[in-house]
């Protein structure tokens, strides 16, 4: 003889059945609220019973929700109103992410040194910093009153030019247009570079990295080595004073090294000049220059090439 399914038996009495659905009752209302607050970081319920399961730990949090969906009494209390660490962690460690990220094309922005405001999004940031480079360089006068605009640069000449010069991704063109009108910002620009203990052809390079040369010699070419001159001469106190240099023998010998780059890396220029040549019209031009200096700054050229390239 089959036996009835035991869902098929009713084998509680009608007072019993009646206690079962007044208890069952505020289970089911309270399980769908159960799990929509689970999904909130900022709220949620925990649920114990009386007797947890065995090899479940009292203070365990699996204990908290091992009686839901079961015909069992549920005590419920509130347990906190606070963010998931996990999720605050995760937070920081993405806006770190992008803060570097930011940081690794434009090293310095005046943002960067404030508290972000209420509701500060640093993905929102990095778009405007490459729509502003963008504008930059098909306007740099349009790009820089961009950045001020969305407030990640503040309106000085200093901060315009620690942006420029800890940042990749300007158009060297529009960017020498921009130094040509705003020689204020180059005054600062120029004032950045640090050449203590560089061989002045290095040091000529990497002033050249920063502010590209023109193209064609005027006023603004003798402007910059006008400045190069007094910042190296600064950087360097006591090998100017061991060499007998001032800013003027300076800007003279950086004047031969551009005229000695393009004699020797033109293809145009058949006859290259030579060693002793150079040596001469320099300590001709500069005659308190010692002529084992003159002779290491032709090496320099001839081995690593233009300082203006």
């Given at each position: 003889?089959?036996l009835p399914e035991a869902s098929e038996l009713d084998v509680t009495s009608g007072n019993n059945r009646k206690r079962q659905n007044s208890e069952s009752q505020p289970l089911r209302q309270l399980q769908p609220e159960a799990r929509s607050v689970r999904r909130d970081p900022v709220l949620f319920l925990?649920?114990?019973?009386?007797?947890?399961?065995?090899?479940?730990?009292?203070?365990?949090?699996?204990?908290?929700?091992?009686?839901?969906?079961?015909?069992?009494?549920?005590?419920?209390?509130?347990?906190?109103?606070?963010?998931?660490?996990?999720?605050?962690?995760s937070r920081r460690r993405w806006r770190s992410e992008v803060l570097r990220l930011c940081k690794s094309t434009w090293g310095h922005c005046s943002i960067y040194n404030k508290n972000p405001p209420l509701g500060f999004s640093f993905r929102k940031l990095y778009m405007q910093l490459d729509e502003g480079?963008?504008?930059?360089?098909?306007?740099?006068?349009?790009?820089?009153?961009?950045?001020?605009?969305?407030?990640?640069?503040?309106?000085?000449?200093?901060?315009?030019?620690?942006?420029?010069?800890?940042?990749?991704?300007?158009?060297?063109?529009?960017?020498?247009?921009?130094?040509?009108?705003?020689?204020?910002?180059?005054?600062?620009?120029?004032?950045?570079?640090?050449?203590?203990?560089?061989?002045?052809?290095?040091?000529?390079?990497?002033?050249?990295?920063?502010?590209?040369?023109?193209?064609?010699?005027?006023?603004?070419?003798?402007?910059?080595?006008?400045?190069?001159?007094?910042?190296?001469?600064?950087?360097?106190?006591?090998?100017?004073?061991?060499?007998?240099?001032?800013?003027?023998?300076?800007?003279?010998?950086?004047?031969?090294?551009?005229?000695?780059?393009?004699?020797?890396?033109?293809?145009?220029?058949?006859?290259?000049?030579?060693?002793?040549?150079?040596?001469?019209?320099?300590?001709?031009?500069?005659?308190?220059?010692?002529?084992?200096?003159?002779?290491?700054?032709?090496?320099?050229?001839?081995?690593?090439?233009?300082?203006?390239?």
């Amino acid at each position: 003889m089959l036996l009835p399914e035991a869902s098929e038996l009713d084998v509680t009495s009608g007072n019993n059945r009646k206690r079962q659905n007044s208890e069952s009752q505020p289970l089911r209302q309270l399980q769908p609220e159960a799990r929509s607050v689970r999904r909130d970081p900022v709220l949620f319920l925990g649920f114990c019973s009386p007797s947890p399961p065995p090899g479940v730990n009292k203070q365990s949090p699996n204990r908290l929700l091992h009686g839901l969906g079961t015909g069992s009494r549920l005590n419920i209390f509130f347990l906190a109103k606070s963010p998931r660490p996990e999720a605050d962690s995760s937070r920081r460690r993405w806006r770190s992410e992008v803060l570097r990220l930011c940081k690794s094309t434009w090293g310095h922005c005046s943002i960067y040194n404030k508290n972000p405001p209420l509701g500060f999004s640093f993905r929102k940031l990095y778009m405007q910093l490459d729509e502003g480079s963008l504008t930059f360089n098909a306007n740099p006068d349009e790009g820089v009153n961009y950045f001020m605009s969305k407030g990640i640069l503040d309106d000085s000449p200093k901060e315009i030019a620690k942006f420029i010069f800890c940042t990749r991704t300007l158009n060297w063109k529009k960017l020498r247009i921009y130094l040509d009108e705003r020689r204020d910002v180059l005054d600062d620009l120029v004032t950045l570079h640090n050449f203590r203990n560089q061989f002045l052809p290095n040091a000529l390079r990497e002033f050249f990295r920063h502010i590209h040369a023109p193209e064609e010699r005027g006023e603004y070419l003798e402007t910059l080595i006008t400045k190069f001159s007094h910042r190296f001469c600064a950087c360097n106190p006591d090998l100017m004073r061991e060499l007998g240099l001032s800013p003027d023998a300076v800007y003279v010998l950086c004047y031969s090294l551009i005229l000695l780059s393009i004699d020797l890396t033109s293809p145009h220029v058949k006859n290259k000049m030579s060693k002793r040549e150079f040596i001469r019209n320099t300590r001709r031009a500069a005659q308190n220059i010692s002529e084992d200096f003159v002779g290491h700054l032709y090496d320099n050229i001839y081995l690593i090439g233009h300082v203006a390239a």
